[in-house]
């Protein structure tokens, strides 16, 4: 019988579009990537000035090829796409939803406006260093200045991609792929999950992965997972409780920061991981000399960002994907949510608890007991549920109380009996 987390636990998990749903273990994704075919050598590799584009074909252990495209957002940002069974003109030119233009021009150029607002020059240019030759690219980015700020040096055999940031025109290495980086399996029709292995230096910290469990804020011998769904009391993977690293909450948010990786220098890079299936971390747990990242579907897609401290990398971040819009001053007041309020008696009693108590209350959050069978965009109207819920709203209003309610998503598979939200 094959270990949880073996190539063939993952094809069957994968074997029909109910399990695309399913919820795997971090420890059963990563159980197997050893036997997993891998990237074994770059056969040949292009760049485009003008594009700010390194296109790299590869050869796979299996005796297929693979594509990877490199490309520069900014002198500091560098993003790197991975997908096995593709040509490097197979990628789209267009984003996730995840950032905020749908182009790369488009994002490159939003990416310039704050740095112009402060009188900072912008342009840069991406080209091959004199030392590249067939089998070894030797990839710069240079400011304005004519300073390099990134360079990226791309190995043929092993597969290796070191990068290295120039602060001061002193080099600092940032990131480098381990041997070998990059392992995928078949994971449904023309898919396939993927490993990356990144090599993790002693001094190195990590810090984020977004709303995850734990007792701790540097997470360096930790696996997390990235699944949305409604994972009650937080025990329904691990039963440990939020304590436990590896039990997913509510957001999937895949970036994180390294701090100080080279050693006697304060450096910070920080990788997000633009990938809407199930993402996986393995930061030093299987192995401490280095980290893993991997995607259940689609392709690998990441966002390297290189700095000197947390927030100028962060700056860097926020402004691909976006800043928060000013709340409205209600949303700055004293909010009650709460899964059970069943029909209108219960909302009303709480409301009138809080008056009776005189605490302030601005407002109410209504989970899916609202909706009709737990459909989206549907009011439960019977007598003894959300009747006249129209009229009721305004009426809280009135009172005070704006009201959101819950449209969570759910999808249903009535030959396997279950639904997911």
Not at 6 to 33: C, D, H, M, P, Q
Not at 166 to 172: L, S
Request: charged letters at 20%.
């Amino acid at each position: 019988m094959s270990a949880p987390g073996s190539a063939t636990a993952l094809a069957i998990a994968a074997s029909s579009s109910a399990n695309a749903y399913r919820f795997l273990k971090v420890e059963e994704f990563f159980g197997g990537y050893r036997s997993w075919p891998s990237v074994s050598s770059m056969k040949s590799w292009s760049v485009d000035p003008a594009g700010k584009t390194v296109s790299l074909e590869l050869a796979n252990s299996d005796g297929t090829s693979s594509a990877a495209l490199l490309q520069f957002l900014q002198a500091n940002i560098l993003r790197f796409r991975f997908a096995p069974a593709k040509k490097t003109t197979d990628f789209t030119n267009f984003n996730t939803r995840s950032v905020v233009m749908d182009t790369m021009e488009e994002l490159m150029r939003e990416l310039e406006k704050p740095r112009i607002s402060r009188g900072q020059d912008q342009h840069f240019t991406v080209e091959a260093a004199p030392d590249s030759t067939p089998s070894s690219a030797h990839i710069q980015t240079r400011r304005a200045d004519g300073k390099v700020t990134l360079s990226v040096q791309i190995e043929s055999a092993p597969f290796r991609i070191t990068v290295t940031d120039w602060w001061d025109n002193h080099p600092r290495q940032m990131l480098q792929t381990a041997d070998p980086c990059l392992f995928f399996m078949p994971n449904g029709e023309q898919d396939f999950s993927i490993v990356h292995l990144i090599r993790k230096p002693p001094p190195a910290r990590y810090i984020g992965f977004g709303e995850q469990g734990g007792k701790a804020l540097i997470k360096n011998t930790e696996q997390v997972n990235f699944f949305n769904f409604d994972n009650m009391r937080y025990r329904q993977t691990y039963n440990h409780g939020p304590l436990d690293g590896r039990e997913p909450l509510y957001h999937s948010d895949p970036f994180f920061m390294e701090f100080n990786g080279h050693q006697g220098c304060e450096c910070v890079y920080g990788m997000f991981v633009d990938n809407p299936s199930q993402v996986y971390v393995d930061i030093g747990y299987d192995n401490s000399g280095r980290y893993m990242v991997g995607t259940r579907f689609g392709d690998l897609d990441y966002y390297f960002i290189a700095g000197s401290n947390a927030s100028g990398v962060l700056q860097d971040f926020s402004q691909f994907i976006g800043h928060s819009r000013l709340k409205p001053r209600y949303a700055l007041g004293y909010h009650q949510g709460c899964y059970g309020y069943e029909n209108w008696h219960d909302i009303y009693q709480a409301v009138d608890s809080y008056r009776k108590e005189r605490i302030p209350l601005d407002g109410i959050h209504v989970d899916v007991d609202v909706q009709h069978n737990y459909q989206t965009f549907t009011v439960d109207q019977s007598d003894n549920k959300f009747p006249n819920a129209q009229a009721t709203f305004a009426d809280l209003r009135i009172k005070g109380i704006k009201c959101s309610t819950n449209i969570t998503p759910i999808i249903s598979n009535r030959d396997n009996n279950y639904s997911t939200y």
